[in-house]
């Protein structure tokens, strides 16, 4: 079992920044890939970013591409979301995943364990 945990979320004005962090924790962790998804409230959890685990290949949704990025800490079974010139538009709470498996990267249902999520607010 592997439990992820998020955290780093929180109040900022638009075009401030934020840095959201995962920890993974359990078993053996080696999964395919990291994501970041957000869901804002009456939405549908959407796609932000992810990375491949052994190579950094990233992806990226169209709105956050150059304002945000993803990387890892193989070592330290970690994640990150570093989010620049934030938008009232990212509002939403920020969930991280882990892909276990060869899934479609860029969807919600490849991802086999999630976190418990973190508000991220941005006023205008």
């Known amino acids: 079992q592997v439990q992820l945990v998020e955290s780093g979320g929180g109040l900022v004005q638009a075009g401030g920044s934020l840095r959201l962090s995962c920890a993974a924790s359990?078993?053996?962790?080696?999964?395919?890939?990291m994501g970041w998804f957000r869901q804002a409230p009456g939405e549908e959890r959407e796609f932000v970013a992810a990375?491949?685990?052994?190579?950094?290949?990233?992806y990226y949704t169209d709105s956050v591409k150059g304002r945000f990025t993803i990387f890892r800490d193989n070592d330290k079974n970690m994640a990150f979301l570093q989010m620049n010139s934030l938008k009232p538009e990212d509002t939403a709470v920020y969930y991280c995943?882990?892909?276990?498996?060869?899934?479609?990267?860029?969807?919600?249902?490849?991802?086999?364990?999630w976190g418990q999520g973190t508000q991220v607010t941005v006023s205008s």
């Open positions: 359990g078993r053996t962790f080696r999964p395919y890939a």
């Open positions: 990375t491949t685990w052994s190579t950094s290949r990233t």
């Open positions: 995943a882990a892909d276990m498996g060869l899934g479609v990267i860029t969807a919600s249902r490849s991802y086999d364990y």
